[in-house]
């Protein structure tokens, strides 16, 4: 078998084209330009990457942003000022604190302070739960939530499949193993203490990996027919981006597959587009 691309360039491009003419349509309505708000605490140079994209396609769909860019000495106490203001300011739908945060800093009490309704990174505690609950209008975690769309693109009804997530992080692992489950998955989440990992990743027939090792996965730890879904992105010596399959021998095995680049990546982006439009909605009081 040689697995169908999953395109995520493309496809985001399309979710791109509907947020932008949502804008249009509510600014033609006399309604406020969406808004978004990114911190970006200390020069991570990867940070920056991430955070200059956001802000780029932002722009092109219309939004409002503004940058916050607090130096590497800012104090925890400087962070929950700022969330508290931009809480309470009109013009901001939504706010994104680039992570990770520096260890000295609670990461927890940092995401708790953002409005639930503000938090488009869909990762406070009750976002997280109403994801567990499967309650709609929920603004849900970036990263999952475009896997779910490029799942759909591939045709395949996700019900009774049994669905392999390697890694459980809380920005992409756990999540997408509460979105499987809601799409009724059967669900294994697989990490640093699994036994007997090739075992696990050759039963799935949806194979979600994000472990952020260079081509870690080869083949023949994939079942035939499979959809496989790469969320790392990694650097080899020589240079180029992989992902933690190795693309070659997976694509050979696996009825579906996402490149790295131009998979997961550019999906998790317009899921943040949709999630600020959401949240626009949410500020007006509006079911999101
Ligand atoms: N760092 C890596 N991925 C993400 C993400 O999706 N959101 C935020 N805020 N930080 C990240």
Known sequence: MSARILDG?????????????????????????????VVLLGRDPASEVYVR????????????????????ASSQGQ????????????????????????????TEAVI???????DVDGFHPYNIGRLALRTPSVLRPCTPKGIMTLLAHTGRALEGLDAVVVGESDIVGRPMALELLAARCTITVCHEYTRDLAEKTRSADVLVTAVGRPRFIPGDWVKEGALAIDVGINRTTDGSLVGDLDFASVSRRAAWITPVPGGVGPMTIASLLENTLQAARLQLGEPG
């Open 53 to 72: 994209n956001k802000r780029n396609a932002c722009a092109q769909v219309g939004f409002y942003s503004e940058l916050h860019g607090l130096s590497e």
């Open 9 to 37: 360039k493309t496809i985001s491009a399309d979710l791109r084209a509907g947020v932008k003419a949502r804008v249009e349509a509510l600014l033609a309505g006399g309604g406020r330009r969406p808004g978004l708000a």
């Open 112 to 118: 708790e302070r953002i409005l639930p309704t503000k």
């Open 79 to 106: 962070l929950l000022a700022l969330i508290d203001a931009l809480n309470a300011d009109s013009r901001i739908d939504g706010i994104l604190i680039q992570l990770p945060l520096p260890d000295r800093i609670d």
